[in-house]
């Protein structure tokens, strides 16, 4: 006999940084769970205690817990690294509203960071003839959570649809590393960065961690590189 428990519970949707997808399923994750209005509308404020009927205690007793709960599920979406940039996570609306104020609209945001990073990064590789800019309208950061800030760049990788090669500026990310290879690039402004080896660097992407191999290690590398060409 078929009874309730018997069903598979639905998966909480894990936020990848791409907020306005995530938002939607979690939203309709947390309805089904009856759990949406401590979002929205969050715990009904509160008066002295000794003003409330035992009704309204009562309900907002029954708001705490389903808050505590929600806020577990949030805990479960969000990455680790995430959450320890939340200032503030009394309750399931601050963590709900903190994450829609900083990364709703990242996607438009981040493409116009990399329209003027286009200025410092025109690449002249091999198979082209003139230096040339990546200009596919998917560019996106692998880490998309994380904010573009000078201490940040040696951690972020740029999708780049044109050159053959990766290219990386942070040598303790390498295993494998051989240091014999030489090799030279080209920048648009005719100056020339020297790699100095190349091995395999390992990443984790949504959780799954991966080995990106044949990557080139640029010293005075600003952004990392990972081609798609």
């Not at 907020?19 to 759990?35: I, V």
């Not at 929600?70 to 990455?79: E, G, M, R, S």
């Not at 200009?135 to 800030?149: G, H, N, P």
């Not at 500026?169 to 920048?187: A, I, N, Q």
Request: aromatic share 10%.
């Amino acid at each position: 006999m078929t009874t309730e428990s018997s069903f598979v519970q639905p998966a909480i949707p894990k936020f990848d940084g791409h907020y306005d997808h995530w938002s939607m399923l979690m939203e309709n994750f947390l309805r089904s769970k009856e759990y949406w209005s401590l979002v929205e509308i969050g715990i009904s404020a509160e008066a002295d205690e000794r003003n409330l009927t035992d009704e309204q205690k009562k309900t907002i007793a029954d708001q705490r817990l389903k808050d505590l709960k929600t806020k577990n599920y949030l805990f479960q979406a969000i990455d680790r690294a995430i959450l320890e940039t939340i200032l503030k996570k009394d309750t399931a609306k601050d963590i709900w509203d903190s994450l829609k104020q900083k990364y709703q609209g990242t996607a438009r945001v981040k493409r116009a960071q990399l329209q003027a990073l286009r200025k410092e990064f025109e690449w002249e590789c091999p198979k082209k003839e003139k230096g040339f800019y990546a200009e596919t309208s998917e560019e996106m950061l692998l880490m998309a959570y994380v904010d573009i800030k000078e201490d940040d760049r040696e951690e972020l990788w740029f999708l780049d649809s044109g050159c053959s090669n990766h290219m990386c500026g942070k040598k303790e990310m390498f295993t494998d590393f051989d240091d014999t290879f030489r090799k030279s690039v080209k920048l648009g402004n005719n100056s020339s960065l020297a790699v100095l080896g190349k091995g395999n660097v390992r990443m984790e992407v949504n959780g799954i961690m991966q080995v990106i191999t044949e990557v080139f290690y640029v010293l005075d590398l600003r952004n990392n590189l990972l081609s798609i060409g």
